[in-house]
């Protein structure tokens, strides 16, 4: 079982950036692909940005891609998602989920993963 603890969300306007991090209790956290994924209201689940387990993979949603920049510390078992350059329609709550999986590809759908936390509201006023 992994827990996974998001921080690092809050209300920022547009142009800013904020940090988000996340926690996991994985014992073995370098054998898990690492995502983020967010849900505006009223809308589904989508996927943003994901790691592989050794950190040289990664891979972002078409709508991030040049501003969002994921990184993790295997030492710390944390991942964490840097986003700059934030926009009205960057508002959502954002998660972060877990995948046991070795490999160098990544999955960007929500049953992928086998685990997730509890999420962070992250909110871009215009």
């Known amino acids: 079982q992994v827990q996974l603890v998001e921080s690092g969300g809050g209300l920022v306007q547009a142009g800013d950036s904020l940090r988000l991090s996340c926690a996991a209790s994985?014992?073995?956290?370098?054998?898990?692909?690492m995502a983020w994924f967010r849900q505006a209201p009223g809308k589904e689940r989508d996927f943003v940005a994901a790691?592989?387990?050794?950190?040289?993979?990664?891979y972002y949603a078409d709508s991030v891609k040049g501003r969002f920049t994921i990184s993790r510390d295997n030492a710390k078992n944390t991942v964490d998602l840097q986003m700059n350059s934030l926009k009205p329609e960057d508002t959502a709550n954002y998660y972060c989920?877990?995948?046991?999986?070795?490999?160098?590809?990544?999955?960007?759908?929500?049953?992928?993963?086998?685990?997730w936390g509890q999420g962070t509201q992250v909110t871009v006023s215009s």
């Open positions: 989920a877990a995948k046991y999986y070795t490999g160098r590809y990544y999955y960007a759908s929500v049953p992928r993963y086998d685990y």
């Open positions: 994985a014992r073995t956290f370098s054998t898990y692909l």
């Open positions: 790691i592989t387990g050794s950190g040289g993979d990664t």
